[in-house]
């Protein structure tokens, strides 16, 4: 069977694509994907029969609702403890009240005693936690119960090749032996890895997986190689193997790349939305329900702090500046003045540490992110959400544009208040271009990897970083 799946340039797109083929069909597999929906569903039962008497029909029955929701489980053998304890910390608080919205509007909730949920929603995840570290204990011994693992073989030694190779040698659990790489050209022509055998040209490939006992072939040649493409797949008609084919698309600041069907023909998405469907939807649901309850639970720290710009140096309380919206499209992003200055024309200065601009109210403003709170009502507008790639100034995406490939990618979706660079240290003046290129790397990340979970996760790190960062001025 031929499987076809696009991959990022990260490394970290490239291993979870190898995991996901390592462990398909596996015990292993099986295993993680059921063992937190299972962990949630014996605690309700366990709770039920200990403190009401038994399994009932409505305790079934939510069990049931719980498995629904949470399978399948995400991968977290390759976490460290404290990302496992965060991972299902979110996720199971994610379902929680997802659950409790239901019960309240349907009035369920009050089929259950309320110390016997309490109960449950506590010791749920921490049940979930210790399952997970004593599924990582017995591992090993799980991947051995497999058998022998599969024997892979990669065509084409290039960049991508030995990254999948590396990636999968690396990924604890995964059942597969890289055995090495066929490729036309010589060793001293390729930039080889010492850990992966050159086994032979491309015409040698049905006797090197014949010899070498090949189960896995992953393709790794550029699209451009299209002839040779077709070449090798016509070769591998005769084998047995799985067949997995990881093009490099020229491309290599992708924000996905899933295959589809359009009007019958099959295409591979390159770069386009996250946002779609359903996923749009929450997106959007969330930002509007997030920045009303926030403007209203704010307003009266925003009326002050507009009361002491005004009175604190001349000029506007709201700072007005053109940005790049979704799609490249000019829109206007609201800020508290800060500086004594309001630059919004082709050559825009970046504020930088021990400013004269920044007004000494603007300088706690910009130090603990106070002057960014206009921006919910951008986000209630539809201009902005609260979590994506931050807005730059149009005269700099003008600059940087032209400096960074893939840079525009980023304007795919709605600019955010806060985002997946800032709260990895891309925080304040990109006096650099390295600065610059760290931060749309995250940019293009976050886009390729996008969940509601992830957003709740950058929320959360962004309020720690403004009480902790020193970055921002």
């Not at 806060?418 to 006096?431: F, I, K, L, P, S």
Request: net charge positive; hydrophobic share 45%; proline share 6%.
């Amino acid at each position: 069977m031929i499987h076809t799946s696009a991959s990022g340039p990260s490394p970290a797109a490239i291993q979870r694509g190898a995991q996901g083929a390592a462990s398909r069909g596996s015990l292993l597999h099986a295993l993680e994907t059921s063992l937190s929906p299972l962990v949630g569903v014996a605690c309700l039962w366990a709770l039920a029969m200990g403190m009401d008497g038994g399994i009932h029909p409505e305790y079934f029955l939510l069990g049931v609702v719980v498995f629904a929701l949470t399978f399948p489980g995400p991968s977290r053998l390759t976490l460290s403890p404290r990302v496992v304890l965060i991972d299902v910390l979110l996720s199971w608080g994610t379902t929680m009240a997802l659950l409790l919205a239901a019960g309240f509007v349907t009035g369920y909730v009050r089929a259950f005693p309320q110390d016997l949920l309490l109960t449950w929603m506590v010791a749920t995840p921490l049940v979930d936690t210790a399952a997970w570290w004593l599924l990582r204990q017995t591992a090993p011994a799980l991947v051995r119960l497999q058998g022998p693992p599969d024997r892979a073989l990669v065509v084409g030694m290039n960049h991508q090749g030995l990254a999948l190779a590396g990636s999968l040698k690396a990924t604890a659990f995964n059942n597969i032996e890289v055995i090495g790489f066929v490729d036309d050209r010589s060793r001293e022509r390729l930039q080889a890895d010492d850990r992966f055998a050159l086994l032979g040209r491309f015409d040698h490939l049905a006797e090197v997986i014949h010899s070498q006992r090949i189960n896995l072939i992953y393709i790794s040649l550029p699209m451009a190689s299209q002839p040779r493409i077709l070449k090798i797949l016509d070769d591998l008609k005769d084998t047995t193997a799985s067949i997995y084919f990881v093009p490099d698309m020229f491309v290599t600041d992708l924000i996905q790349s899933k295959p589809t069907v359009l009007c019958g023909v099959p295409v591979i998405s390159v770069c386009d939305t996250p946002f779609q469907g359903i996923n749009g939807l929450l997106k959007r649901s969330s930002d509007v329900l997030l920045s009303s309850l926030i403007l209203l639970g704010l307003a009266p720290v925003m009326l002050s702090i507009a009361l002491a710009v005004k009175l604190g140096s001349p000029g506007p309380v709201i700072f007005k500046q053109r940005r790049y919206g979704q799609d490249g499209g000019e829109i206007v992003v609201y800020k508290f003045r800060s500086m004594t200055v309001a630059e919004d024309g082709p050559e825009i200065r970046q504020a930088q540490r021990d400013d004269k601009r920044i007004t000494p109210l603007g300088a706690f403003l910009r130090k603990t992110s106070l002057d960014e709170l206009p921006q919910f009502i951008n986000v209630l507008q539809g201009r902005m959400s609260i979590v994506g790639p931050r807005p730059h100034a149009v005269a700099h995406n003008e600059l940087y544009r032209k400096l960074i490939k893939g840079y525009m990618v980023r304007h795919k979706v709605k600019p955010g208040i806060t985002g997946w660079a800032q709260v990895n240290g891309y925080r304040g003046e990109t006096d650099t271009l390295e600065k610059m290129e760290g931060r749309i790397e995250y940019d293009l990340d976050y886009l390729r990897n996008w969940s509601l979970k992830l957003d709740v996760l950058i929320i959360l790190k962004t309020i720690r970083l403004v009480f902790r960062d020193q970055k921002a001025y």
